[in-house]
Nanobody, 128 residues
Framework: QVQLVESGGGLVQPGGSLRLSCAGS????????IGWFRQAPGKEREGVPC???????????HYADSVKGRFTISRDNARNTVYLQMNSLKPEDTALYYC??????????????????WGQGTQVTVSS
């Protein structure tokens, strides 16, 4: 059974940092494209960064313009986990953050429609 579990969310002041984790079970995350998405109340879901399967381009990454230079997605094969390091957080980063896995494609997309498995989400709140 494939399962993704996010953790690491919380309340942080503007300018602060958080690291989110997406722990996988039932398969090896390195072999698949993984995306991080977020959704704030009343807003559409947004793809934040994604990372390609290591079978393609050694796991190239792609970022939404809104987070470039502030967020970093990375893998830890030993822990079967994908991380999202978030720095210089802003109030507009407040949202429920999800990780998702694409079973088919080895490239990744910031559009959520092609992903097959989703975690339950972890809340990030940026406020003073």
């Amino acid at each position: 059974q494939v399962q993704l579990v996010e953790s690491g969310g919380g309340l942080v002041q503007p300018g602060g940092s958080l690291r989110l984790s997406c722990a996988g079970s039932g398969l090896t995350l390195d072999d698949y494209a993984i995306g991080w998405f977020r959704q704030a109340p009343g807003k559409e879901r947004e793809g934040v960064p994604c990372i390609e399967s290591i079978r393609n381009s050694d796991g190239a990454t792609h970022y939404a313009d809104s987070v470039k230079g502030r967020f970093t997605i990375s893998r830890d094969n030993a822990r079967n986990t994908v991380y999202l390091q978030m720095n210089s957080l802003k109030p507009e980063d407040t949202a429920l953050y999800y990780c998702a896995l694409d079973l088919v494609a080895i490239t990744c997309s910031l559009g959520g429609g092609r992903y097959d498995y989703w975690g339950q989400g972890t809340q990030v709140t940026v406020s003073s």
